[in-house]
């Protein structure tokens, strides 16, 4: 974050990934609202930014980079702000992605230090993004699976954070690789604060249970489980739902701290507006560590 004057600051982020899904342009939305969500999760809105393309001339069609540029495209009309150029590079592996500048208000800035004790902690999409991006590349999700992990992915954080900020909200943060574990993890340790989650109340994608019962699960999923080790106390959670609660999203929902007074309010418009969210647990003074009951 860079302040301009005491009114405005400029957030500043990039992102790109592999294809997640078979469609370009599809792939390039999912691109694009995963790479704009850092700016949502900081409480901003973005402003401009620039494509970041590899991409293998030799194997695939210039026509699918231009479906790809055009998925980015749409997102960026959906979000209100422009893209204006970018870069591509020759790459063995396609990634896209973009380079987002955007612009906050520093009194109203969320950071990832800024959770107190006593909050309830809300997500505003389901978990799950992991395996059915993995069940997708395998050629084994249900379409109406992986319709469901699409339209999760596609969705934008912007009223989500919208309705956080007006809620008074305070810290927050993406949940994208490093799953629910080690995002809220990270915000636990920069806030010094425990918390504790309510395992029924944690939303999981439909058909994504299922999948992984039948042993689809990302790597990255195990890795930020074993990541998240001496954080987690749960003792009464089995390996499938503590791999769930880590599993590697891409473009996924927001989890932030607000006020109990707040919550019902927070979480009915959050639903109102298509979203399914649930407060998932709450903050409570103590050394940082995630307690699952």
Not at 111 to 120: F, I, M, S, V
Not at 191 to 210: C, D, H, K, M, Y
């Amino acid at each position: 974050m860079w302040a301009i004057d005491d009114k405005r600051a400029l957030v500043v982020t990039a992102d790109f990934i592999t294809p997640v899904v078979d469609d370009a342009h599809t792939w390039g939305r999912v691109a694009a609202a995963n790479a704009v969500s850092d700016v949502y999760a900081m409480g901003g809105r973005p402003l401009f930014a620039l494509n970041l393309a590899g991409w293998n001339r030799d194997e695939l069609p210039l026509d699918m980079l231009g479906d790809v540029l055009a998925g980015g495209a749409q997102v960026a009309s959906e979000g209100g702000f422009f893209i204006v150029g970018g870069h591509t590079i020759d790459d063995p592996e396609p990634k896209y992605g973009l380079a987002v500048i955007g612009e906050v208000s520093p009194d109203k800035m969320f950071t990832n230090a800024g959770l107190k004790p006593d909050q309830d902690l809300v997500l505003t999409k389901p978990l799950g993004i992991g395996v059915i991006t993995t069940a997708i590349k395998a050629d084994v999700a249900p379409s109406k699976v992986a319709d469901g992990g699409v339209a999760s992915m596609v969705r934008l954080n912007d009223v989500a954070a919208a309705i956080a900020s007006e809620g008074g909200a305070t810290g927050c943060t993406d949940v994208t690789g490093f799953g629910l574990l080690g995002h809220l993890g990270r915000m636990l340790i920069e806030s010094n604060v425990a918390a504790r989650i309510e395992l029924e109340s944690v939303q999981i994608l439909p058909g994504a249970r299922e999948l992984a019962t039948e042993g689809i699960m990302p790597g990255g999923s195990r890795r930020n489980l074993e990541a998240s080790t001496t954080m987690l106390n749960a003792p009464s959670i089995d390996e499938l739902d503590r791999l769930l609660l880590a599993d590697a999203q891409t473009s996924g929902g927001l989890v932030f701290g607000v006020d109990p007074a707040h919550t019902s309010e927070v979480v009915k418009r959050l639903t109102d507006t298509g979203h399914d969210a649930a407060c998932i647990g709450s903050t409570q003074l103590g050394s940082p560590e995630i307690h699952v009951v």
